[in-house]
């Protein structure tokens, strides 16, 4: 990786290999004439793109892949669609304007045939330069000609253009191809296998993906399978070590099965991913395992200080009767500070906490939040 003009420039071991077999097949003058120029003219099309993307208010970054080149960019504020088309249309346009300078400035006619045929460096930049540039206008994803015309799309169909476009682009190219093979451009077929390959793998993309299932989940199953030791040890490792997907506090579970659940950890109570703890936390309240969730939860909080799981302490402490314990607990989770929702709900909703509700002190913490009743 390099920096150039401020982007940060991945160059895949795939344009390198490209280049390779772009020399290999021709084996001649023009096929290193053509290697350079689709190298320079691909890097100075990115850049097209980035320096764009970077007019708009956007960081962008350019990566250098097998037989394409990717600019990607984050924008920092709203962009216009018609912004959005320029910077579509901005890579072409440079590939484009520049490689016509180089064979003018070469006294070469890019319109003649005669005239750019005339040497293997013309032929090549001819090929790399408007050729290549005009094809990346085809209005077919996911070349940029395509992402013009989605992002038309995108006004009449706010937020539902891609899949329509999608299957446009493989009914257009599959028409493409079968066209260039009848007529004899089988020469093509690289091309046209490449734009294929894409497109569904842009349609696959389109496709919802379910949620990964949580560890309680799969040990569930696995008690379902009567492996009870499967089941420890996804919870023992769920418990004990961050996990990159945080697991949902909703979780379908009958008091039953949290039971069982529990019942396979080891004592004490593994710990170490703040999220599964408090899954843990709350399915020893709904246990009535109040005194256990009530400790396993504030160790939770000195590990991971955070709003939800003071509200556990609190309820558990207001369900074993100790009013005061629960409101500190409370006073806790609000000067965490990382949930006032949660801790909004739990003192509007919670049923431990009936009697303590409408202490005074409760009420100027229920107050303090910004979220409302």
């Known amino acids: ?61 350019i990566s250098l892949g097998f037989l394409a080149g990717y600019a990607s960019y984050r924008p920092t504020r709203p962009i216009s669609r018609a912004r959005q088309a320029w910077i579509s249309f901005a890579g072409p346009f440079v590939h484009i304007s520049v490689s016509v300078a180089v064979l003018l400035a070469m006294g070469v006619n890019p319109l003649s045939r005669d005239s750019f045929d005339d040497s293997p460096a013309s032929f090549a930049i001819w090929w790399a330069g408007p050729a290549i540039g005009l094809m990346n206008l085809i209005p077919v994803l996911p070349l940029d000609g395509g992402h013009i015309v989605n992002t038309a799309l995108d006004r009449v169909l706010p937020g539902r253009a891609d899949k329509p476009m999608i299957y446009f682009s493989i009914a257009a190219t599959a028409g493409g191809a079968i066209w260039m093979f009848l007529n004899g451009y089988q020469g093509f077929g690289i091309f046209i296998a490449f734009l294929i390959i894409a497109q569904l793998q842009l349609l696959n993309a389109t496709k919802p993906r379910p949620s990964p299932a949580s560890p309680w989940e799969l040990a569930g199953r696995a008690l379902d399978a009567d492996k009870p030791a499967k089941a420890r040890r996804l919870l023992t490792a769920a418990l004990s070590h ?8 909703n979780l379908s579970m009958t008091p039953a099965r949290a039971n069982e659940l529990i019942d396979l950890l080891p004592d004490p109570y593994p710990h170490g991913d703040a999220g ?20 396993y939860a504030a160790g939770s909080f000195d590990r991971h200080p955070n709003t939800l799981s003071a ?23 609000a000067d965490a500070g990382t949930s006032d929702s949660g801790l909004a709900m739990t003192i509007d909703r919670a049923p431990e906490l009936t009697g303590v509700r409408h202490h005074p002190d409760v009420i100027a913490i229920r107050r303090s939040l910004a979220t409302p009743g």
Do not use: K
């Open 276 to 295: 599964n703890e408090y899954v843990l936390a709350n399915l020893l309240m709904m246990t009535g395992r109040f005194d256990a969730a009530a400790h």
């Open 1 to 61: 990786m390099f920096r150039l003009f401020g982007f940060d420039v991945r160059v895949q071991s795939g344009f390198v290999v490209f280049m390779v077999l772009i020399v290999a097949l021709y084996g001649s003058e023009f096929g290193w004439w053509l290697a350079g120029a689709i190298a320079v003219l691909t890097l100075l099309h990115e850049l097209g793109h980035a320096f764009a993307a970077r007019s708009a208010g956007a960081d962008a970054e």
């Open 311 to 333: 509200t556990i302490v609190a309820r558990a402490a207001a369900a074993l009767g100790d009013h005061s314990t629960a409101i500190g607990w409370l006073r806790s989770g």
């Open 242 to 249: 961050p996990q990159p997907i945080p697991p949902t506090s």
